[in-house]
């Protein structure tokens, strides 16, 4: 399969997920549980690592990777004293449920061959090697399509990022060299990767160790050969997420992408999701 085709499923499914971080919805539940709001990292990391139950700071910094681990050990395990994973898991769908039964109105109703395409995908996507997309395809499926289609997104972007984490070890890069590299290209601001809780001090060191590799310039500037890694990291994830597509087949696959498009305008439309972000949708 064309690796194009794979990136474009990823490009509109990614946005169908993300609602879960920026929904009011979603901001509401985390409320009513007892997460603060005042920012979005106190929910964001339980929602993300609820699938994987009321595990410690150790694995969530090592399945989310690009966040520094000072950063990590502030959410978890806190995060599950506020709430158990179950309850997290159910306020999740709870807040999806709520977002798009606002957003789409009746249309949520004509989502049925689009989760059924995407659910056959996601169920194709083989776990091993593959934490967080192995912890999001063992939760029992809801029945509502909408929902049913959100978890199946879930669970094909995490299988992609798990994979893309993959690429990034091949390449060489550790968690902040991933990001020094990905700013270094123009995917987003570094102001935008320093969301990721890494001191100045290490986002230096890294920049360092990179333009030691002829990766990047003193100024942080990507040189050719560093451009050149990063398209190697891109193209190698697109790879390495194509088996849920090549199972699906072309024909499917398209199906999918077309029965998408209404709730993908719909949620882009919605102005939820920032312009910039730290996946480089869009840019990439």
């Keep these: 399969m064309d690796v194009t085709r794979v990136r474009r499923m990823w490009h509109l499914l990614e946005p169908l997920h993300a609602v879960l971080y920026y929904a009011p919805e979603a901001v509401e539940e985390a409320a009513a549980l007892g997460y603060g709001t005042e920012e979005r990292w106190p929910a964001y990391f ?66 049925d061959a689009a989760a059924a395409l995407a659910r056959r995908a996601a169920e194709a996507a083989v776990p091993a090697g593959r934490p967080l997309a192995a912890a999001n395809a063992a939760l029992e499926w809801p029945e509502e399509p909408h929902l049913v289609l959100w978890q199946a997104a879930t669970v094909l972007r995490e299988h992609r990022g798990d994979g893309h984490l993959a690429a990034l070890l091949t390449a060489g890069l550790d968690p902040v060299e991933a990001l020094v590299s990905f700013a270094a290209i123009g995917a987003a601001s570094t102001q935008t990767f320093a969301s990721r809780g890494w001191s100045e001090a290490e986002w230096a060191a890294a920049r360092e ?51 998408l498009g209404g709730a993908w305008v719909a949620v882009l439309g919605a102005g939820l999701l920032p312009r910039e972000n730290t996946l480089g949708v869009g840019k990439v």
């Design 46 to 111: 339980a929602w993300r690592a609820a699938p994987l139950g009321a595990v410690g700071a150790g694995p969530v910094a090592a399945a989310f990777y690009s966040f520094s681990p000072a950063m990590v050990e502030r959410y978890v395990p806190a995060a599950w004293d506020v709430a158990a994973p179950g309850d997290v898991l159910a306020a999740r769908l709870r807040a999806v449920d709520r977002f798009y039964r606002r957003l789409l109105g009746p249309a949520v109703r004509e989502l």
């Design 209 to 259: 160790r990179l333009a030691a590799r002829g990766l990047v310039t003193a100024d942080g500037a990507a040189t050719d050969a560093g451009r050149a890694l990063r398209a190697e990291v891109e193209r190698r994830t697109d790879e390495l997420a194509a088996g849920p597509w090549v199972a699906l087949g072309d024909k499917d696959t398209e199906r999918l992408a077309e029965a």
